[in-house]
């Protein structure tokens, strides 16, 4: 049973999700920290007001085999970011901010979403994307429990969250699934306007893990609670891979589970950057996963040389990002 029913029969999440919309007041939602009274429209770093923003849902089929299953996970894809990653697969919704507010709904709305994905039978609710509507996604949680929710909860983040966001957000959340981007704040200032996020990221993986601790599935393989890190390698080592497996193993637990990502794709800006210009290489590849080895982690999964020609979405198109029917 997902750790957020026994939240809602207490009335604490209602009290929560009242105490995060308050902050929307004067936003510190993420760690930019903007002020802005979102409750009032004003916009921010994310040009996000007091409405979530859900470019797409749809049963998603490309997440690690412990989210995705046999039924597909229930992506719910979020507009807008916290980030400005000149790389981003999924720039079209994250970083075209005056087109997303056509996909403002309200928290009904969020909440019928979350309802219709269950009924597919998905695993799970995939929140991808969520930072900065985590005060959204709790009012509509309210809304979705008395009419059946019941299913763990994906926290798909890029892990510039607020550490009180995240206190905010335990006992709702079952499953933990971050990125960590960069070793190296220079790189994340450069590459994604956060300057910071390296002590950001690790402060909040450190406290999502002692949230939920090590993933633990049950007897089919399917993810029930935990943390999974996920690290996309960059060329020319600009993510710092071994620095932040190293970290990983260290810091947070030798036993913790890792997704290590070989996806990626110049896309959107990328180009423009004659270091981010062109896929991984082979000996980049194997770098990584020999220093996976090195750091001694033995749980997750590792992509193929192949994936950058599998994992790209594009949400203009009809129905499913990731599919072409």
Not at 44 to 63: D, K, Q, R, T, W
Not at 74 to 97: E, P, T, V
Not at 123 to 141: C, E, G, K, R
Not at 205 to 223: H, K, P, S, W, Y
Request: with cysteine.
């Amino acid at each position: 049973m997902s750790s957020y029913l026994s939240l809602f029969h207490t009335g604490s999440l209602t009290e929560r999700a009242e105490h995060l919309t308050e902050r929307l007041a004067s936003c510190n939602i993420c760690p930019h920290n903007c002020g802005v009274n979102r409750l009032r429209g004003e916009l921010g770093f994310c040009h996000s007001g007091a409405l979530p923003i859900v470019s797409s849902h749809c049963v998603h089929h490309g997440e690690e085999p412990a989210l995705s299953g046999t039924r597909g996970s229930g992506a719910i894809f979020f507009g807008n970011c916290n980030l400005r990653c000149i790389y981003c697969q999924n720039h079209q919704i994250s970083q075209n901010q005056m087109s997303q507010k056509a996909n403002e709904i309200n928290a009904d709305s969020l909440a019928d979403m979350m309802l219709s994905l269950q009924v597919k039978g998905c695993h799970n609710i995939n929140l991808v994307s969520p930072n900065h509507f985590a005060p959204q996604i709790v009012q509509a949680l309210v809304l979705a429990i008395p009419l059946g929710l019941s299913i763990p909860l994906v926290y798909n983040t890029n892990a510039y969250d607020n550490i009180e966001t995240l206190r905010e957000l335990n006992g709702i959340i079952d499953i933990y699934l971050p990125d960590l981007k960069y070793a190296s704040n220079n790189n994340s200032e450069k590459y994604s306007q956060a300057p910071n996020y390296a002590q950001v990221a690790r402060a909040a993986i450190r406290e999502m893990f002692f949230q939920v601790g090590e993933l633990q599935t049950n007897e089919d393989g399917l993810a029930e609670r935990g943390l999974i890190v996920r690290h996309l390698i960059l060329p020319n080592n600009i993510a710092g891979t071994n620095e932040s497996l190293q970290w990983l193993a260290r810091d947070v637990s030798p036993n913790i589970t890792v997704s290590l990502m070989s996806q990626y794709h110049p896309t959107h800006q990328a180009a423009s950057y004659r270091e981010l210009a062109r896929p991984i290489s082979a000996l980049e590849y194997a770098s990584a996963e020999h220093s996976l080895a090195d750091a001694g982690i033995e749980n997750g999964w590792v992509q193929d040389l192949s994936a950058p020609d599998n994992y790209l979405p594009d949400f203009t198109r009809p129905g499913h990002p990731f599919e072409n029917t």
